[in-house]
């Protein structure tokens, strides 16, 4: 028996999921076989294999367009987040007036402020819609957890900047920032995976058939019965979101390994 | 030492922010060179004390006269090391003198003098979370000590330490007193630690934290195992406890 406290071997956690998911891969061809399922209800992981080779270019780079504008508004979510919560944290009359109209951005659902937004960039810019969509629901992580770490300072290394008469300046450089860098990477790897899905939701509800992303690809492959082409394309997109998480997390390990309880 | 005051408060009073009565009428000097502790019961506000000498907070009533108030003149360690954990042990220690806007050959200096005194010279390079308990308290001393402080104020930093390693710390901070010249003031629960350190042993009593006893340790320096082995030494320390248990009653020894 495995005793309490000791650590899983590293391949095992490896292994575990993909064995898991090799087995749901299998138990799902045979039961649409055995079943008889029509392709269009629930197509076999074959099938979505197939459709998937078929459609690879397109699928491709419609992946590119949709991983693209999520980057730009994941790095606008950081470059914003970050800035923002430092104004919080050089003035709490700052915070206090602009962290309630922050909340109310973020609690407002990105599909009922979508028409504004494509009302005020114009249709035929349909991609800063889409940027300015999932920028909104990517930014509130980061701002939430850098005013939070940025606030999360040992009171006696505070007292010690007081002692030598260090500077706001100095104390941002030397003491907050460096002590709020595991709450940004942390906020990081959620806001990456939410810019991808405010790109995806923006591309729904701002798309056309001019727009090239991903989600546009799973409403036309919808609309035309291609099942299978759409899982293939909800794969591309999961794969996406996890190899964004995945790197977030390594960077993560990277930066904090030697110094933080987190990444030890 | 000379009886030329580094540091005097005069009737100090303290409220905290609920307007509860912290310190009353407090009157003190500390003389150059002197090692003096203060002892008393959880939450006499001996911590409250040590702020007010450092400038940390300001009293509500009274004078606090330090002839220690530049930056770098007054040298502080906390109850925890309080270090940057994503820095350096030398990074950590040269942090002063950064803030103070040394050159970086000045700085590098400093750090290094400041290393070899607490005998970490070779861990320069580490981070803190890769040091022991007591070597961590010997970096925030590093700290403390960089900038060449006439006075050095502590805030009960071996409270956390076993037994053996705050013998060693003892001996240690009582050496680099004696070879610096430095004014010391400890604030400690430990009345072991205060005889075995202390030219002058102050006695606070419980909530409003006043000074209602002063005791002189004239044991000669340097001191060691001889002096904590002594009958003197377990005498003092049990006139101590007696003046502890005995609240309200001022008395000087």
Wanted: charged content about 15%; proline content about 6%; some cysteine.
């Amino acid at each position: 028996m495995k005793r309490p406290g000791t650590a899983w071997p590293a391949w095992l956690r490896w292994c575990a999921p993909l064995l898991l998911g090799v087995l749901i891969l299998l138990g799902w061809q045979w039961l649409v076989h055995a079943l008889e399922l029509p392709v269009y209800l629930l197509p076999a992981p074959s099938e979505i294999w197939r459709a998937g080779a078929d459609a690879w270019p397109l699928l491709l780079q419609s992946a590119w367009h949709t991983l693209r504008l999520a980057m730009i508004a994941f790095s606008l979510a950081v470059a914003g987040g970050v800035l923002i919560a430092v104004a919080f944290s050089q003035s709490r009359v700052l915070e206090a007036a602009l962290y309630p109209y922050a909340v109310v951005l973020q609690v407002t659902p990105v599909v009922a402020i979508a028409p504004l937004i494509l009302i005020w960039v114009g249709v035929d810019n349909a991609a800063t819609a889409v940027v300015l969509l999932a920028w909104i629901v990517a930014f509130f992580p980061i701002l939430s957890n850098m005013t939070l770490g940025l606030r999360s300072v040992d009171p006696g290394l505070r007292s010690l900047f007081r002692l030598y008469g260090g500077s706001r300046w100095q104390e941002l450089r030397l003491l907050r920032l460096p002590a709020s860098l595991p709450f940004l990477l942390s906020a990081m790897k959620v806001s990456a995976g939410l810019s991808l899905v405010g790109v995806v939701v923006a591309e729904f509800v701002a798309g056309s058939g001019t727009s090239p992303g991903l989600a546009w690809r799973i409403i036309e492959a919808g609309n035309r019965l291609q099942t299978a082409r759409m899982f293939a394309a909800l794969l591309l997109l999961a794969s996406i979101g996890i190899a964004l998480f995945a790197m977030l997390a390594m960077l993560e390990r990277r930066l904090l390994a030697r110094w933080h309880d987190s990444a030890r | 030492m000379n009886d030329h005051p580094v540091l005097a408060l005069q009737q100090i009073s303290r409220r905290f922010s609920g307007g509860l009565l912290a310190l009353d009428d407090i009157s003190v000097e500390i003389r150059e060179g002197e090692f003096v502790t203060v002892v008393g019961p959880s939450g006499c506000g001996k911590s409250t004390l040590l702020n007010l000498m450092a400038g940390l907070a300001l009293p509500d009533g009274g004078l606090v006269i330090s002839q220690a108030r530049s930056p770098g003149e007054l040298g502080m360690v906390f109850q925890e090391p309080t270090l940057m954990p994503w820095a350096s042990v030398a990074d950590n220690v040269a942090l002063p003198l950064r803030l103070l806007g040394r050159p970086a050959g000045e700085i590098a200096r400093c750090v290094e003098r400041a290393l070899l005194d607490v005998d970490l010279a070779g861990f320069a390079a580490s981070l803190p979370a890769e040091l022991s308990g007591g070597m961590r308290m010997r970096v925030a001393i590093a700290r403390a000590l960089v900038t060449g402080p006439r006075l050095l104020l502590m805030d009960e930093p071996f409270a956390a330490l076993d037994e053996l390693t705050r013998e060693q710390m003892n001996e240690q901070l009582l050496a680099l007193w004696h070879r610096l010249g430095i004014t010391c003031v400890l604030v400690t629960h430990s009345l072991y630690e205060a005889v075995f350190l202390s030219t002058r042993v102050l006695i606070m009593s419980t909530r409003p934290g006043r000074i209602i006893a002063e005791t002189r340790i004239d044991e000669a320096y340097p001191r060691g195992a001889p002096w904590r082995d002594s009958a003197s030494f377990a005498a003092t320390r049990a006139q101590l406890a007696r003046t502890l248990r005995t609240p309200d009653r001022t008395a000087t020894a």
